[in-house]
Nanobody, 115 residues
Framework: QVQLVESGGGLVQPGGSLRLSCAASGSFFSIYDMGWYRQAPGKQRELVARISRDGSTTYIDSTKGRFTISRDNAKNTVYLQMNSLEPEDTAVYYC?????????WGQGTQVTVSS
C-alpha cells in the first residue's frame, strides 16, 4: 500500500512559478513509476509528466520546456517544477504511483493561474 500526499499548490499570476511535491509513504518507492496528472473543471484527467524508476521522463506537448518532473528516492518524494504558468494550467493536480497493475493516487492539490 502506498499513500501519496501532494502539496505546493496555490494561486499564482500568469508567468509565475510553483513547485508541487508528492510525498509517498510505504516501502519500495524507487521501483514505482511516478506521474503528475491534472483535471480541469469539465475536462478529463490528463497526464502532465511522468518519471520512470530509471529516471527517464515524459511530458505532454503543452508543458514541454515549462515543467520539470524529478524524484528524490531518498526522500520518497516526486516534484513538479512549473514555470511560465498559463491560465490554461489551472486544474487540480494529482500525484500517481504505478507498478505493474498497481496504481495509487493522491488527493490532489489545486493550482490556479490568474491575474
Amino acid at each position: 500500500q502506498v499513500q501519496l500526499v501532494e502539496s505546493g499548490g496555490g494561486l499564482v499570476q500568469p508567468g509565475g512559478s510553483l513547485r508541487l511535491s508528492c510525498a509517498a509513504s510505504g516501502s519500495f518507492f524507487s521501483i514505482y513509476d511516478m506521474g503528475w496528472y491534472r483535471q480541469a473543471p469539465g475536462k478529463q484527467r490528463e497526464l502532465v509528466a511522468r518519471i520512470s524508476r530509471d529516471g527517464s521522463t515524459t511530458y505532454i506537448d503543452s508543458t514541454k520546456g515549462r515543467f520539470t518532473i524529478s524524484r528524490d528516492n531518498a526522500k520518497n518524494t516526486v516534484y513538479l517544477q512549473m514555470n511560465s504558468l498559463e491560465p490554461e494550467d489551472t486544474a487540480v493536480y494529482y500525484c500517481n504511483a504505478r507498478m505493474s497493475v498497481l496504481t495509487y493516487w493522491g488527493q490532489g492539490t489545486q493550482v490556479t493561474v490568474s491575474s
